[in-house]
């Protein structure tokens, strides 16, 4: 089982709300490049985060690297989301080959949990960092950290 892990890009400083932040320019790059590291993996879905932000990262990754299917919004992927909600949500998945968008501290902290088993250690996730993660499940403690891309 493999499941990467995103952070979306940079994100513009204010809007309405936080959800309805979008990317900047700088952001999109940041993206492209992270998309990069993709490229050739056998992706089977990609779920993202219902916040703009993360949405647009989604959308990028899917159009760099010829991504077929659709992006999957998931509710339980914002910010502050609940660690055990989206474990449970995850460990439901039938897919060996998962993306995942959304925000910090959620994606720092589920990376950390998934590596580590416990919460104490979360991944450093920069805007658009993409983290590798593998394991025969996806359960806190029983994955390993393959590789952590930080955009250029």
Same mark, same amino acid.
């Given at each position: 089982?493999?499941?990467? $892990?995103?952070?979306h *890009?940079? +994100? %513009?400083?204010?809007?309405r709300?936080? /959800?309805? #932040?979008? $990317?900047?320019?700088? *952001?999109? +790059? %940041?993206?492209?490049?992270?998309?990069? /590291?993709? #490229?050739?993996?056998?992706?089977?879905a990609?779920?993202?985060?219902?916040?703009?932000?993360?949405?647009?990262?989604?959308?990028?990754?899917?159009?760099?690297?010829?991504?077929?299917?659709?992006?999957?919004?998931?509710?339980?992927?914002?910010?502050?989301?609940?660690?055990?909600?989206?474990?449970?949500?995850?460990?439901?998945?039938?897919?060996?080959s998962?993306l995942?968008?959304?925000?910090?501290?959620?994606?720092?902290?589920?990376g950390?949990?998934?590596?580590?088993?416990h919460?104490?250690?979360?991944?450093?996730m920069?805007?658009?960092?993409?983290?590798?993660?593998?394991?025969?499940?996806?359960?806190a403690?029983?994955?390993?950290?393959?590789?952590?891309?930080?955009?250029?």
């Amino acid at each position: 089982m493999k499941l990467w $892990l995103l952070r979306h *890009g940079e +994100a %513009e400083p204010r809007a309405r709300t936080d /959800a309805q #932040r979008n $990317l900047t320019e700088a *952001g999109r +790059a %940041e993206v492209q490049s992270s998309a990069a /590291a993709l #490229r050739g993996q056998p992706l089977q879905a990609i779920l993202a985060s219902p916040y703009a932000r993360a949405q647009q990262t989604a959308e990028i990754v899917r159009q760099t690297i010829g991504f077929e299917g659709r992006v999957e919004t998931v509710p339980w992927a914002t910010p502050d989301s609940d660690l055990g909600d989206a474990l449970l949500y995850l460990d439901r998945r039938s897919e060996q080959s998962l993306l995942l968008v959304t925000h910090q501290p959620f994606v720092g902290a589920l990376g950390g949990w998934l590596v580590s088993g416990h919460r104490e250690t979360p991944l450093p996730m920069a805007t658009a960092s993409l983290a590798e993660l593998e394991g025969e499940q996806i359960a806190a403690g029983l994955m390993h950290l393959l590789d952590l891309k930080h955009p250029r």
